[in-house]
Structures are given as C-alpha cells and as structure tokens.
C-alpha cells in the first residue's frame, strides 16, 4: 500500500466509482452496490500485482479486453467455500427443517450463489442420507459461468478432502464420506447420482428475477458482500420465490433482522440464521 | 492528533494478552476496538462472551453491517475475514485465507487505514507467525500510531519481532503499558473536546 492521503483516497474513490459504472455498462455484471471495502480491497489488490499506475488505466483494460474483465470478474466475485462449511448449520438443518420438509410430496431447491459447487454436494449428500433425494429438484445457481462450470463438473482437488471429510463428520454425516467420492492421483470426482436432480444454472441475484416457486432456499455468505439496500432487494426476491411456510437459509452471521421483510418469517433458529416464511 | 479507532491483532497466546489488555481499559473508555484473533474456524463466540463478562467494556462477535460504536469491542468471527468499512460500519468476507489465516490481520488493519487515515492505532500482539506486519507498516505510512507488544513479554515473540522489523512502531511496550498509553491518549482527547 503506497503512501495514503485523503485526497489520494478521494481519487481512488472516484475511480473505483467509475469502473464500476464501465463494467456494468459494458458487460451487465453489477457491482455498484457492493461493500465497497471488499470491492476496493480486491480491485487493489489486482492493481498491485500489474503494470497499471492506477485503477484508471486498469479501466481502460477492463473496457477493451473481455479476457481481462474475466480476470476482475474473478476477483470481484468470492468463489472461496468448502464441503460442509460450518458443520453446525447441517446439524440445525437436519434436526430442524429436513423432518418439516419430509412431509411434502415433492421439494424444490434454490442454492442460490452456489459458487464451485461444494455446498450444493453437501446438501445433495444430506437429502440422499435423509432419504429425500429422489423426490427432490435442485436449482444451484451462479452468475459466474466459470465457477458454474466447476460446480457441473464436481471435480475438486485431493488435498481438500481431510478438511471436507472432518466437516461432513461433524454436520452429522451418517455413512463414511469416502463412498461418495472416487479419488484418483490429484483429484475426486463425486458420485454422479449426486447430480442426478441437480440444475446448475447462471442466475445474477442483482439483475435477474424470480425463476420457480421453491420450498427452501439456501443463499449463505453471498448476501454479506451486498449493502443494505441490493440485500433487501434480494430477501424480497427470495419471499417472493417461497411458497408460504418455505424455509430461507443464510450464512451464521446474515440476517434478515434488518429487512423489510423480516415480519414476513418465523425465526426457526437463530444461530444457524434458518428462518421459515410465514403462511399468510 | 485525534484518534477514532484501535485494531489488534494477535495470533498464539492472543487470547492472555487480550484479556490482560481489555480488562486494564477503566469504564467510559471511549475508542471503538476492533480486534483480530487467529482462532480455528469451528469455534463459537466464547472468547467475546468471556471478555464481555469479565471487563469494563462490551465485548462482542462482530456482524455484518454493525455501526462501529464507542466504548464497544468488536472481535472478528471465527472463518471470516472482517473490515472495516469508509462509512464506520463492519464487512466480513469469507474470501481466500491470506498467510494461512481467516480472519487475518492485515485484512483487518488495512481497510482500516482506508476508513481511519491517520486517526487510527493499530497494535500487534503474540503471535507465532508474521500476519500484521504488513497492515502495522500501512498504518504507519498513513500517520497513524503504531505499537507492538514487547517481544520478550510475548508468549509467541514472531509476530511482535516482525512487526518491529517491518513498520518500525512509534511504541515497543508491555501489556501494561500499551494499556496505559491508551488510556491517557483517550482520556486527552476527551479533555480536549470538553474544553
């Protein structure tokens, strides 16, 4: 980090305002209402590592090379996430949600956000232990066809899998997490039924709409890098997506609390941030 | 100079020092403390909950979008990174791990130079590793005050002895000392307002 003065920062500011305003002009993706720390903390971090003098001549890039603009969509966009990450909300989910979700005939699923795909897999591999998994319809969505592309595949790399494999043991995992994997030299494949009732579909939480009536939508650490106002638009995407009694769940430290939309749920658990919409 | 804010950062042996440092600040102590803790990601919020308990001040897990508040603690939830946004408010990210850690120090101390210019103090504590050093030297460059816990003091020395290394701190102290430089430096700038 050079040295800072108000006025240097003001001009970053301004900068940071007007690539913004060029991305989503030229290429749709909108980034205006992000957390702006995280935003400038990552543009930043892209500058320091090129031969630009400043986010002005990086716009100029950005504007004219669509291979760059993946670059900075890369950055833009946190694509870092695990097999069961944060074991506790499976435990919540599976004694809270999954028994009220058993008693209907047919399920659909929104993972909303599902990045590269492991959450998406952990979910699948509770609904088959649960014996849901054949009655149900999982949308997972993304807007950033790279990561889309990972999820379809299910391919990750071997040196994850002792992480993944003590996560799924304490989320309550029921068999031993091996039998849901291949592993070869690198990597793991995981077991194609898996996939079997899986869509991945590109979905822009910011631009795009309501796309299917759905019982359950799980949207974690996607809504923290949104402001107020883009999270608010997005829970009322999300109440108009649920059928009434549906169930919302976002990342431990989300919260609807703060939402118009609040008064529209019931709190089912408050630590693990699973909330059911109210039947009106 | 004004002061708005404090960060620390700590690694191994964190948890001590903490709770010396933050049970040493006297009642109506002002500055908002804004701290970083390495610690596993599967923890629960036991450490905000302790020091809440047993210190002067409030102590609590930070969450997303908080107003950043006088007299308030706020202590980065374990498996995210957290930063500190230009409006005075709280971000968490769970993007890359950086030197091995979420949360990660320098995250933490360099959106704060952003947000705190040179109104900011930022310390460094214990630690087995050298997160900080980098966010400490940013700091500094900013105008910010900068300290580091006396290495032969520290429980881990790596991080304090990197810090000194790398950001040259205007302070080399103790515990007790870092705790009675922030209480007179608070205790000035509220004299100083008043008349």
Redesign the interface.
Known sequence: ??????DT?QTI?IEIDLILDAIFQKYGYDFRNY????V???LLHRLAGSHFKSLSQMQHEVLYDPSFFQEILKDLS?N??EMF????FYLALRSEIIPLLKTYPFIKVWHAGCSTGEEVYSFAIVLKEEGLYDRVQIYATDFNRTVLDIAKKGIYPINRIKEFTANYQ?AGGKQSFSDYYMADYNSVIFDQSLKKNIVFAEHNLVTDSVFAEVNIIICR?VL??F??ELQNKVFTLFTESLINGGFLCL?????LQ?SQNAGLYDVLNAYEKLYKKRII | MNYKAIVIGASTGGFYALKRLITALPGGFEFPILIVQHISSNSDNFMARYLDGISKLTVKEADEKEAILPGTVYIAPPNYHMLVEENFTIGLSTEEKIRYARPSIDVLFESAVYAYGNQLIGIVLTGANNDGSEGLLAIKKAGGLTIVQTPEQAEADMMPQSAIDLAKPDHILPIEGIAALLTSLDNNQKNSITT
Do not use: C, W
């Open positions: 980090m050079n040295n800072l003065t108000d920062n500011n957390s702006r720390a995280h400038k903390r990552r946190i870092v996430t990450r944060d074991p506790k304490q650490n923290i890098y402001n107020r990342g431990s430290k989300e919260t703060f």
